[in-house]
């Protein structure tokens, strides 16, 4: 290992993620230390800290930390993955304690880890042989997203190999890292804490009934028999999630046990978070160091580290870290919960001076490898090793070499008689899920536009669809529920504005496009009943649905009375959202973006070219063009308004998780647009909108399943999201049929036919 100061392969600069003091617990200090020691050994390397906060007043934390996560917020963490990637960090250093990151087992620490594309050592202070459910799934996810893990003892590698299968070339064994101090004589020290004369047996920590002091305190009239004068120090102050549990009912009970034992004034309780350097006192001037932990599973023991380094002889219970850093006649072990046998060890190392001296010199030698510089360069070698490593990408089939044509077989796969289903594991349906009426609608106009499809499968699909959406509709509160178990049972009454929204625009183009007049009747009339209760919707994207079904209406009954009043009505309410939301950089509806965005300037746009009103047109054609521009890479590439953006006032969109919804809905959107303007610009955009799906994206990956028409469900930091839902095959689809529409209308504007002689 190198030992100088220069930085291995100039790692200069990581982020460090993880509890800070002053918070008080040993995690704290841990990530403390650790940001000293980087800083302290390797001078030049910058170390931004991200600390944890578990209240919401925080805590006074020092100027070395870059910034605070609050525990529960798991949007504060997609927003730390975007300071982190912006910051020029090289790599991710985390420390990993079950309760510290919110979400379920801690999950949402995933979600920051995958939306960044750094390298991530991970240090797992605590590894569990029977993780729950959840503690398996967001271990397992951290294990395959790490390029390496640090566990601090041999048992914790072996409990990673068998009860998660870990590749056991990523996992490395760094020991818990302590402080440098000489050795001394603990009578030397005793005078401070007025101890002279006493034997002081030290036990340190939060105290919680997981440390086992039970089990010392019961040894105590047997050490006390034969040293009068002995005295047993209980150091720390009570864990703060048992004190709000419980307040100091534990630290009572334990008092109580003394008092039973008749063993009063050889006790001594020191009640309070010391900081490290008077710990360090309270362990130099201690004769014996006894840790009685009853769980033979502890992985890590920081108080153990620093007792060993202090050179105290210690006296344990044999759990894991006690048996491997005691190992070699570095220390005592004795049996869980075995009070006779922690008196007869400490009786005897009290009795002999000479074992007891030869052991602390044994002890603290073993400390010396533990010091915080070496734990430093160890660190910095794993940084070294995977500096230039990224997240593997989950990739898909080879890249399309041009536009696709329409392909019906993946819609067919997650259809069956009742209609089409949500979702998909993969590409196999999970009908664990049911049905929605918004895969339905959309459906029901993909199969009024693809070709080829001979006529049969046309109308027994959209036979289907109608039925599915003629069964939605709720007469008695005349709404169109939306979610259908898959036994065929309704979810609830009515479902969201959004899906009666596209409920409408799905019986408005029916009326206008479907192939035979059976079915434009059935969407004309079933329109005519439903339409109005539009009127009482107040979601803006409801409202924008509603009008494009109007709009659809219009086109194949020129005056129809209801859509006129529905197109006059929300162009005029989506122009005075803009008004109110407008600044000078943001030419949006809503002060934050959402889903399907570019439908709302869609609307206004087809509202205009319906109405012949060219303020609604201008409307539309103003604010599609600034939603483009945010749809824009840096690379000039399509880039979807990831989910992680909805909700965030006034802010640019997030690069993740984009989804296909996006896309199509700004092909069809800049397609509206050519058809009202003939500018070229709009096809130009609904072409790169288009590209995405083949691969011209962030990732270079593309979501279009070319082999059966399939789509895949989005667009994550580290590659596919592997399953093809309903909505995503659709959206594929309805943008393969609008971009070959586009295509065809482009080239009769370029080529005209001649006119007739």
């Known amino acids: 290992m190198e030992h100088g100061s220069q930085l291995p392969r100039l790692v200069d600069h990581i982020a460090l993620i993880g509890n800070f003091v002053p918070r008080k617990c040993g995690l704290a200090t841990f990530t403390t230390d650790s940001f000293a020691a980087m800083r302290n050994r390797y001078p030049g390397m910058r170390v931004d800290v991200y600390a944890m906060n578990d209240r919401a007043e925080g805590y006074a934390y020092p100027p070395e930390v870059t910034a605070t996560i609050p525990q529960h917020d798991r949007a504060a963490y997609l927003d730390t993955a975007r300071a982190i990637e912006a910051s020029g960090a090289q790599a991710i250093w985390v420390q990993h304690e079950y309760g510290i990151y919110g979400g379920a087992a801690g999950e949402h620490l995933i979600a920051l880890l995958d939306r960044t594309t750094l390298p991530v050592i991970a240090t797992l202070h605590t590894v569990l042989e029977r993780p729950s459910a959840d503690e398996r799934r967001v271990m397992e996810a951290l294990l395959r997203r790490a390029a390496r893990v640090i566990v601090m003892a041999e048992k914790g590698r072996d409990i990673l190999r068998r009860a998660h299968g870990a590749d056991m070339r990523k996992v490395a064994v760094v020991p818990h890292g302590v402080p440098d101090r000489m050795l001394v004589e603990p009578d030397t020290m005793k005078a401070r804490f007025g101890w002279s004369g006493r034997e002081v047996i030290l036990t340190f920590g939060l105290l919680a009934p997981s440390k086992g002091i039970e089990t010392m305190i019961e040894a105590m009239p047997a050490i006390v028999a034969r040293h009068p004068d002995a005295l047993y120090v209980i150091l720390g102050a009570t864990h703060p999630n048992l004190v709000a549990h419980e307040g100091e009912a534990y630290r009572d009970r334990l008092h109580a046990l003394a008092a039973t034992l008749g063993i009063e004034r050889n006790l001594a309780f020191v009640d309070a978070f010391v900081e490290q350097e008077e710990l360090l006192d309270y362990l130099q001037a201690a004769d014996v160091y006894a840790t009685p932990y009853p769980n033979p599973a502890q992985i890590t023991s920081g108080t153990l580290s620093y007792a060993v ?449």
Not at 342 to 352: P, S
Not at 475 to 491: A, L, Q, Y
Not at 612 to 632: F, H, K, M, P, Y
Request: net charge negative; with cysteine.
């Open 309 to 757: 380094a202090m050179g105290k002889p210690v006296v344990s219970t044999p759990y894991v870290h006690a048996t491997e850093i005691l190992s070699d006649n570095h220390g005592v072990l004795v049996g869980f919960n075995d009070s006779a046998a922690f008196a007869q060890a400490i009786i005897g190392l009290l009795d002999d001076s000479a074992e007891r001296s030869a052991l602390a010199q044994r002890a603290y030698a073993r400390g010396r490898t533990m010091i915080w510089p070496r734990i430093a360069e160890a660190v910095a070698g794993l940084l070294a090793k995977v500096r230039d490593s990224r997240p593997q990408r989950i990739g898909a089939a080879p890249a399309p070499a041009a536009n696709l044509t329409p392909d019906f077989r993946a819609v067919e796969r997650m259809s069956d008689a009742t209609g089409m289903l949500q979702h998909s594991i993969h590409a196999v349906p999970d009908r664990r899920h049911g049905y929605c009426i918004d895969d339905n609608a959309r459906a029901l106009i993909l199969i009024h536009r693809i070709d080829p499809l001979d006529e049969s499968t046309r109308d027994r699909w959209t036979s289907v669809y109608a039925a599915f959406v003629q069964y939605a509709w709720n007469p008695d509160h005349r709404r169109f529920r939306n979610f259908m178990r898959f036994d065929r049972t309704w979810c609830e009454d009515q479902g969201s504005e959004d899906s009666n929204g596209r409920a409408l625009w799905a019986l408005g183009v029916t009326a206008s496009e479907a192939r035979d007049r059976k079915y434009r009747d059935w969407a004309r009339i079933l329109f005519d009943e439903t339409a109005s209760i539009s009127l009482e919707f107040q979601s803006p994207r409801a409202c924008a649905f509603a009008m494009l079904g109007a709009a659809a209406m219009l086109e194949a009954h020129p005056g129809h009375g209801l859509s006129t009043r529905i197109l006059e009505r929300f162009g005029g309410e989506l122009m005075a959202l803009l008004d109110e939301a407008r600044r000078p950089e943001w030419e949006w509806f809503e002060i934050v973006l959402a889903y399907d965005n570019a439908r709302l300037p869609e609307a206004l746009i087809r509202a205009g070219h319906a109405l012949e009103r060219d303020d609604l047109l201008a409307c539309g054609l103003s604010t599609l063009n600034w939603i483009v521009a945010r749809q824009t890479s840096p690379e000039g590439r399509f880039r979807a308004v990831g989910t992680e953006s909805f909700g965030r006032a006034y802010a640019e969109p997030a690069q993740f998780d984009q989804q296909p919804l996006e896309a199509q809905a700004t092909i069809d959107a800049c397609s509206a647009a050519f058809a009202a303007t003939g500018d070229g610009h709009w096809e130009r955009e609904a072409n790169r909108a288009y590209r995405w799906y083949l691969g011209q994206n962030d990732l270079d990956l593309p979501l279009a399943s070319v082999a059966d028409g399939g789509c895949f469900d989005g667009l994550n930091p580290h590659g596919l999201n592997r399953n093809q839902g309903a909505e995503s095959i659709l959206a594929l689809q309805l943008a393969n049929c609008a971009i070959s529409a586009l295509s065809r209308r482009a080239q009769n504007v370029a080529d005209p036919e001649p006119a007739a002689a």
